[in-house]
Antibody
Framework: QVHLQESGPGLVKSSETLSLTCTVSGASINYYSWSWIRQSPGKGLEWIGYISTGGSTSYNPSLKSRVAISLDTSKNQFSLRVSSITVADTALYFC??????????????WGPGSRVAVSS | DIQMTQSPSSLSASVGDRVTITCRAS??????LNWYQQKRGEAPKFLIYASSSLQSGVPSRFSGSGSGTDFTLTISSLEPEDFATYYCQQSYDFPYTFGQGTRLEF
């Protein structure tokens, strides 16, 4: 059974850096690609970026200059860093696994989400 | 970015009803279209990939169709547990984008 669990601070100060970790069990992060997705009332579901098995990344241009995703294969985890946080980054942050079909990626397993609030 | 537009934004229905949700892409995406169900307070649950392929374990009352720019999700006979919000998502190109959601309610 594949299980993902996000962890990180619930509250971040404006202008600081948000760091979140996703711990994966039931699957090796070496064999799949992984994404971060966030959800806020104002913008719905927003894909942040992904990291592949080889460590290649792709980020949403809306966040690209502020975002970094990395793997820690020794802990079967992957992480998200978002710098220069603002109130607009307040959201529920999900980590998700990529499933593969002949038509690109879908997100077949999700963590329960980590709620992040940004204080000014 | 490819914009995904769902209609309706909300839909009132009853147990046993047949319902259809539409998703339109701002450009052609072939069959690179996925569907998710989200219940309040939970993460989205993956339902359908490649426009019409049902994920293992998803009830057969769910079906998807379409290609190009126009897609539909159909629930043939609503069960109480189906009242939720549904999202489409394109996997044709980065950045992956989602529809704004369709809330299915009593």
């Amino acid at each position: 059974q594949v299980h993902l669990q996000e962890s990180g601070p619930g509250l971040v100060k404006s202008s600081e850096t948000l760091s979140l970790t996703c711990t994966v069990s039931g699957a090796s992060i070496n064999y799949y690609s992984w994404s971060w997705i966030r959800q806020s009332p104002g913008k719905g579901l927003e894909w942040i970026g992904y990291i592949s098995t080889g460590g290649s990344t792709s980020y949403n241009p809306s966040l690209k200059s502020r975002v970094a995703i990395s793997l820690d294969t020794s802990k079967n985890q992957f992480s998200l860093r978002v710098s220069s946080i603002t109130v607009a980054d307040t959201a529920l942050y999900f980590c998700a696994r990529h499933g593969l079909s002949g038509y690109g990626s879908h997100f077949d397993y999700w963590g329960p989400g980590s709620r992040v609030a940004v204080s000014s | 970015d490819i914009q995904m537009t769902q209609s309706p934004s909300s839909l009132s229905a009853s147990v046993g009803d047949r319902v259809t949700i539409t998703c339109r892409a701002s450009q052609t995406i072939s069959s690179y279209l996925n569907w998710y169900q989200q219940k309040r307070g939970e993460a989205p649950k993956f339902l359908i990939y490649a426009s019409s392929s049902l994920q293992s374990g998803v009830p057969s009352r769910f079906s998807g169709s379409g290609s190009g720019t126009d897609f539909t999700l159909t629930i043939s006979s609503l069960e109480p547990e189906d009242f939720a919000t549904y999202y489409c998502q394109q996997s044709y190109d980065f950045p992956y984008t989602f529809g704004q959601g369709t809330r299915l309610e009593f």
